[in-house]
């Protein structure tokens, strides 16, 4: 069932990887549904509008889109940018209602609820999803669609004691309530502490889910991951590299990328122990397939990659699978820089970039060298072996020597002063 425009009524909600190759099939797959081009299209700013780089950020989204999704965006800010300018506030606000496709991305969920807190914003949302047309919600964004919002900031970089914010709670429309939506579910950045559950921890988490009430559960996305509730069809699907998991009541069921099911099932996936239903993979359409772009799951996976094929080139003297490996990592860190989820990542591909350069730099210099240099050695011992022979009267040995050079065109001159030779071009 599509809205009163013929719409169809989508919520997207991305663990991350929202601005990066592995979402661009998604988000045009999501664009195609929307009708034929022009899509109205906004960039929602709030949850990094409180940033320095909030224009650099934005900016990146753009680009992003329109250079790798084929979608033109327009920004509608709302929180800090707008404050005080009732002309600014009602543009965003008349630009969020006429888009068919709103994104809003990283930054803090507890700044982009206290922003949206009393303004047209939720009910704007609300109508999206109850008219037509798509909201996409990702990273910090996503963390405000449930009933329950983690403040992971306050959490785990202040320290404050685990405790859940009240939600948009957008995904009732969805027929999802009392949800705890977290993305970054299965995060490893911690390295040797958990950081999984978008930074909390197991121990944080279990903590807080005794704060949710009875019927209340988690609902995970993985890290370039997507589910897709279309709120017509009734049907979730999963996207991407990872799962989604519904965790509550003592169980954890998790639906791996490909799966399509009711959004409905979702909801009672492991209650009371019984697990979902899903379809089979093979069985789907090409829009529900899993993401062909999941494979390049991180600029340094596909870095590490590349880096591999680059000394594997080296070691066949394979100079174009160098190069071509340099080109391509070079192409990989221009399509992540457009991702704002800000990391190292994009240091340590550059490093790698630089250093594979450097390499075939070397290699360049072996092979541009004056050959006489590389032969000299060998050269020079068969001319004192044809000395020696001449020495003797053994001419047959000094002119088989002198043929053997000649046929690697090394060019043999006896003068008064001694013997020279050459390496002929």
């Known amino acids: 069932m599509t809205g009163p425009g013929g719409l169809p009524r989508l919520l997207v909600i991305m663990g991350s990887g929202e601005t990066s190759p592995t979402m661009v099939t998604t988000h045009r797959r999501l664009v ?37 999704v084929g979608l033109e965006m327009e920004v509608a800010s709302w929180g800090t940018a707008t404050e005080g300018s009732e002309l600014e506030a009602a543009r965003s606000l008349a630009r969020l209602r006429e888009a068919r496709y709103v994104f809003a991305g990283p930054g803090s969920p507890s700044y982009a609820l ?123 699907t999963v996207v991407g590299r990872g799962v989604v998991t519904r965790r509550g009541q003592g169980h954890s069921t998790t639906f791996a990328s490909g799966a399509v099911m009711g959004i409905a099932e979702l909801g009672r996936a492991g209650a009371g122990g019984s697990g979902g239903s899903l379809s089979s993979p093979a069985a789907l359409g090409p829009a529900s397939r899993r993401d062909t772009d999941a494979a390049a799951s991180s600029l340094l996976s596909t870095s590490v990659l590349l880096e591999q094929r680059f000394e594997q080139a080296v070691a066949e003297r394979d100079v174009d699978g160098a190069v071509v490996s340099i080109l391509e990592l070079d192409a990989a860190i221009v399509s992540w820089s457009r991702d704002t989820l800000q990391s190292d990542q994009a ?60 046929q690697a065109r090394v060019e043999i001159t006896d003068t008064a002063e001694g013997t020279t030779w050459r390496v002929l071009s």
Not at 149 to 162: L, M
Not at 356 to 378: N, S, T, Y
Request: hydrophobic residues 45%; proline residues 6%.
């Open 114 to 236: 206290r922003q949206w807190a009393g303004s047209p914003v939720p009910a704007a949302l609300a109508d999206k999803l109850d008219q037509g047309g798509c909201v996409t919600f990702a990273s910090a964004a996503a963390l405000t669609l449930g009933a329950f919002t983690v403040p992971v900031y306050e959490i785990y970089k202040v320290g404050e004691e685990p405790r859940w914010l009240e939600g948009l709670d957008l995904l009732s429309r969805a027929g999802l309530p009392q949800v705890a939506l977290i993305p970054h579910y299965d995060n490893a950045e911690g390295g040797n502490h958990d950081t999984r559950y978008c930074y909390l921890g197991e121990p944080r988490l279990s903590a807080m889910e005794e704060q949710l009430p009875e019927e209340g559960f988690v609902l995970g996305i993985d890290e370039h991951t997507g589910l897709i509730l279309d709120l017509g069809a009734d049907t979730a």
């Open 347 to 406: 240091d340590q591909a550059r490093a790698s970039l630089r250093s594979m350069i450097v390499r075939l730099g070397a290699l360049a210099q072996m092979g541009a060298r004056d050959p006489a240099e590389a032969v000299k050695p060998l050269v020079e011992a068969l001319l004192e072996a044809r000395t020696a022979a001449r020495a003797a009267r053994d001419w047959a040995t000094a002119d088989t020597l002198r043929d053997r050079l000649a």
């Open 32 to 68: 195609e549904r929307l009708g034929p081009a022009p899509v109205p299209a906004v960039v929602l700013d709030t949850p990094f509008g409180f940033q320095a780089n909030v224009e650099v950020l934005t900016q990146r989204a753009v680009e992003y889109f329109r250079e790798s």
